[in-house]
């Protein structure tokens, strides 16, 4: 009985040493997960490996998170060019979304349309102070944000509701200066004659 006994407690020592010296190999041969992961860019693809998502700075010089076309959709069948294309997403030209920083750091956001041209654009002026344009397939059509004068400045602050094409309309608040005290004055105007539509630029 003695000898059974003994016999038991090796084998169980020896089954709890052979777990504590597995569990203190791993500890040491497994490897640390990484705190930072660095690269110049990042690609999303599709089952076809095909990238239809992309992080990094494309041909404009800006840094983007950007969205272009996949097959079958609408976008990609009225899309100038391939998402997939080379150069596909690093052309600001195919991207349907993106949102970055400029060339010059100035942070953006634009949309465009299953032709390719843009829809949306925000970004901020060099002031820091937020612009608003929206376009159809023809152009401009609706602007919303800071209105600067022909030498932008830092005091520049009035804003307006402008309504193309060749502001047909505008609701704005101007800034009016007298001494030494800054007022607000709110303005609306409204052009009657017609332009046709679509509107094309004078040559």
């Known amino acids: 009985m003695r000898q059974t006994t003994l016999v038991v407690a090796a084998l169980a020592a020896g089954f709890a040493g052979g777990i504590a010296s597995t569990f203190a190999v791993r500890g040491y041969t497994q490897p640390r997960p990484e705190q930072v992961l660095r ?7 599709d089952d076809a490996g095909r990238p239809i998502s992309y ?8 840094v983007v998170l950007a969205f272009g076309s996949r097959p079958g959709t609408r976008h990609s069948e009225g899309a100038p060019r391939p998402a997939h294309a080379p150069h596909g997403l690093y052309n600001p030209e195919n991207q349907l979304a993106a949102i970055g920083l400029l060339a010059d750091d100035g942070p953006f956001l634009t949309q465009r349309g299953a ?14 102070k937020p612009f608003l344009l929206m376009e159809d397939e023809t152009g401009p059509r609706v602007s919303l944000g800071i209105d600067q004068s022909d030498t932008p400045g830092p005091d520049d602050n009035n804003w307006a509701l402008v309504f193309g094409p060749e502001e047909r309309a505008r609701i704005g608040m101007g800034t009016e200066k007298v001494e030494e005290t800054t007022y607000l004055r709110g303005s609306l105007f409204v052009q009657q004659n017609r332009v046709k539509y679509p509107y094309e630029q004078p040559k």
């Open 39 to 45: 690269a110049r860019s990042f690609e999303l693809v």
């Open 55 to 62: 992080w990094g700075i494309d041909d404009g010089h800006n």
């Open 115 to 128: 032709d390719g041209k843009t829809r949306v654009r925000l970004y901020l002026s060099d002031y820091a």
